[in-house]
């Protein structure tokens, strides 16, 4: 018969450590609630016997990767409605490991138990299983152990990984029409240049026809998508492998980062996102009990955006020496200037004129094209890289919080706020994108249709 060493409560309150022999957990249990206590924790004595050491290890399956993030809050809402049921947290965690499917939560499940069952409290054990638990998570699990509110903590915690994550599904679904349309789009105009218009230009040649300025273009157009098809794919695949590339060093994602919040229409909603995240994330932090400056880092390290990342580390060493958290923020959120971010910009409007360079008689007006377009990126940065990425209606919360103690409570509203309007700005988004993709696919074909006719209505003309 197994034995199993516990932690219990008696009526004064009093901690009591023992073991006891049982047949199962549940007997156990059973059998400590007639003695008059209120279990806290138990588990199998280690070396108390060869089936209970087989039962602990388990078969593990092979992983690879992190955690999705719909699948951890789930795990965090089951377990923190079984520790408001009053189940032992290791009974809690069994259950669950039960439940889940092969994979990485599983077997970081698995490994939790036994660190458990080893003497780990919850926040030690889960913090060994980095690439499912995150600091953000162990912290929290840790601010609620000492606090004595583990089940308030996770029921907490669930709600911001639930809000957290229906944000991040709103914004990737607006993402998906847009991209749908626009990849159907290329592959069926790619279809027309390659295979329709090549039979038109050879028709247009056995007749002898002086082709207009537009029909010359658009077969121009043709002989090259025919001839360099495979730079239709080859193309974004190089720029996102090099943007890649760029990020992995630090001034290199610095400037990257800087560019993309000031990029019209999707960078407001970027800025927005990462504001909203943020927020929520300290202020759940801080209404959990974690120490400000840890709670600071751990925001810090989810922003996901380097320009934020040096705002709130700038906030954390301004706390060291002192200061309050609204001042450092206001005085840093002010991007200034940075050459790859200016890089950018003058490639963004100056890179879709390079097509130009590889029609017939072209190359010249190509060139100054793209030195315009260069030009007038960089003349668009310079008049925008000053702009705070940290409203005053942000700052002037926190210092509000601040003053009247009440800092979590005005960042969960900073949050709803951010997150109401990037829920309205992905809803006008999609309005916008609708009438701008039907537009640009009306342009396409209608250039396309009317430089093939008007050869062919000047033939006929000439053969009635």
């Given at each position: 018969m197994p034995t199993y060493q516990f932690e219990a409560m008696d009526a004064t309150g009093q901690e009591i450590k023992d073991v006891i022999e049982a047949a199962s957990e549940d007997e156990a249990q059973t059998t400590i609630r007639q003695m008059g206590y209120f279990v806290t924790k138990i588990s199998v004595k280690k070396g108390a016997g060869a089936a209970a050491e087989a039962a602990a290890k388990r078969k593990r399956s092979f992983a690879f990767g992190k955690v999705r993030s719909k699948h951890l809050c789930a795990f965090t809402r089951q377990l923190s409605i079984l520790q408001d049921a009053g189940l032992p947290?290791?009974?809690?965690?069994?259950?669950?490991?039960?439940?889940?499917?092969?994979?990485?939560?599983?077997?970081?499940?698995?490994?939790?138990?036994?660190?458990?069952?080893?003497?780990?409290?919850?926040?030690?054990?889960?913090?060994?299983?980095?690439?499912?638990?995150?600091?953000?998570?162990?912290?929290?699990?840790?601010?609620?152990?000492?606090?004595?509110?583990?089940?308030?903590?996770?029921?907490r915690l669930a709600d911001f990984m639930e809000r957290a994550e229906s944000l991040k599904r709103k914004v990737r679904g607006a993402m998906i029409y847009p991209i749908v349309v626009v990849l159907v789009a290329v592959g069926i105009l790619t279809f027309i240049m390659i295979k329709i218009v090549p039979t038109?230009?050879?028709?247009?040649?056995?007749?002898?026809?002086?082709?207009?300025a537009a029909t010359e273009l658009l077969m121009a157009m043709s002989r090259n998508i025919a001839n360099y098809w495979y730079l239709i794919p080859a193309i974004p695949m190089g720029l996102w492998l090099f943007i890649k590339l760029v990020r992995k060093f630090r001034h290199g994602r610095m400037g990257w980062d800087m560019f993309v919040l000031k990029i019209p229409v999707f960078g407001p909603l970027i800025e927005k996102n990462i504001l909203a995240r943020t927020t929520r994330t300290l202020g759940t932090l801080v209404a959990s009990g974690v120490p400000i400056l840890e709670g600071l880092n751990i925001t810090r390290e989810t922003a996901g955006n380097a320009l934020f990342e040096r705002i709130y580390g700038k906030v954390t060493d301004a706390i060291r020496e002192g200061e309050t958290i609204a001042k450092p923020m206001k005085e840093y959120s002010t991007p200034g200037f940075h050459p790859v971010a200016m890089f950018f910009w003058a490639a963004l409007l100056g890179g879709p004129m390079v097509p130009i360079c590889f029609l017939p008689n072209m190359q010249q007006f190509g060139l100054m094209a793209i030195g315009a377009g260069s030009v007038l990126g960089s003349l668009w940065y310079f008049m925008r890289m000053n702009n705070r990425?940290?409203?005053?209606?942000?700052?002037?919360?926190?210092?509000?919080?601040?003053?009247?103690?009440?800092?979590?409570?005005?960042?969960?509203?900073?949050?709803?706020?951010?997150?109401?309007?990037?829920?309205?700005?992905?809803?006008?988004?999609?309005?916008?994108?609708?009438?701008?993709?039907?537009?640009?696919?009306?342009?396409?074909?209608?250039?396309?249709?009317?430089?093939?006719f008007m050869p062919l209505v000047d033939l006929i003309s000439k053969l009635s």
């Open positions: 947290i290791l009974r809690s965690l069994r259950i669950l490991e039960g439940q889940a499917r092969a994979g990485r939560l599983k077997n970081s499940l698995m490994d939790v138990c036994e660190e458990i069952e080893g003497g780990a409290t919850l926040s030690e054990a889960m913090s060994k299983s980095p690439k499912t638990f995150n600091r953000l998570y162990v912290n929290m699990i840790k601010a609620g152990e000492a606090g004595g509110a583990l089940e308030v903590i996770l029921q038109f230009e050879t028709m247009f040649a056995e007749f002898g026809l002086k082709l207009p990425v940290v409203d005053d209606l942000v700052v002037n919360m926190v210092d509000v919080g601040e003053e009247t103690g009440e800092l979590d409570t005005m960042l969960y509203k900073v949050a709803d706020t951010y997150d109401e309007e990037v829920k309205t700005m992905t809803d006008g988004l999609m309005s916008l994108l609708e009438p701008m993709l039907i537009c640009f696919l009306g342009f396409a074909v209608g250039f396309i249709v009317i430089s093939l």
